[in-house]
């Protein structure tokens, strides 16, 4: 049974860095038709999809993000990363690592994607603050 | 940017029927994209419900259902259970737009 537990820093200070590790057990990273995502919720908030790399090494992030969020791999440790630049109060949140299927599907004219959630970690909690 | 609208709540009695509606504001679920669900309980990751409008993954029980007409998708749990009590999202992915996926603000269902 694939699992994934986050792990990092709980507390960070305004402008500086957040960085988490997650760490997958049960399964290869490198399994191929994977993906791996980052979402947050800030506390009794709702859900809040950061970014994701594909099997290919492709990162997708958020465009609200897209200028602080680096994503990345490493497939010699079964893990995956998550660095947050500049971060503020705002970026206080449970931080939820989690794995992504991409599947294609035909609607009424043409081939889409879809792409859903089918594990998560349990979450970790990051606050900002001085 | 796409935006996916479900109610803040619902609510329902043990045994009953109730719906959540999930409703894209722009071409995320009108142009026939797909939308998946997720269940949060208390404390708790979300976990997948829902995938691809209507499929459910194994060890969901038939009482969640989902489905989707035009621009509107819905999530039906029927013969309601006080262990349904829980937050729920919906969650489109548009691949025109660079891979974006995004959720709905979520719909806090309480069993009466």
């Known amino acids: 049974q694939l699992q994934l537990q986050e792990s990092g820093s709980g507390l960070v200070k305004p402008s500086q860095t957040l960085s988490l590790t997650c760490d997958v057990s049960g399964d290869s990273i490198s399994s191929a038709d994977f993906s791996w995502s980052w979402i947050r919720q800030p506390r009794g908030k709702g859900l809040e999809w950061m970014g994701y790399?594909?099997?290919?090494?492709?990162?997708y992030y958020n465009p609200s993000l897209k200028s602080r969020v680096t994503m990345s791999v490493d497939r010699s440790k079964n893990q995956f990363s998550l660095k947050l630049r500049s971060v503020t109060a705002a970026d206080t949140a449970i931080y939820y690592c989690?794995?992504?299927?991409?599947?294609?599907?035909?609607?009424?004219?043409?081939?889409?994607?879809?792409?859903?959630?089918?594990?998560w970690g349990q979450g970790t909690l990051v606050s900002v603050s001085s | 940017q796409s935006m996916l609208t479900q109610p803040p709540s619902v609510s329902g009695a043990p045994g009953q029927r109730v719906t959540i509606s999930c409703t894209g504001s722009s071409s995320s679920i009108g142009a026939d994209y797909n939308i998946e669900w997720y269940q949060q309980l208390p404390g708790t990751a979300p976990k997948l419900l829902i995938y691809?409008?209507?499929n459910r993954p194994s060890g969901v029980p038939d009482r969640f259902s989902g489905s989707k007409s035009g621009a509107s998708a819905s999530l039906a749990i029927s013969g309601l259970q006080a262990e349904d009590e829980a937050d729920y999202y919906c969650?489109?992915?548009?691949?025109?737009?660079?891979?974006?996926?995004?959720f709905g603000g979520g719909t806090k269902l309480t069993v009466l």
């Open positions: 790399m594909d099997e290919s090494g492709t990162t």
């Open positions: 969650q489109s992915y548009d691949s025109s737009l660079s891979g974006l996926v995004v």
């Open positions: 989690a794995r992504a299927l991409l599947y294609d599907f035909w609607s009424t004219a043409e081939m889409l994607r879809g792409l859903y959630f089918d594990f």
């Open positions: 691809g409008n209507t």
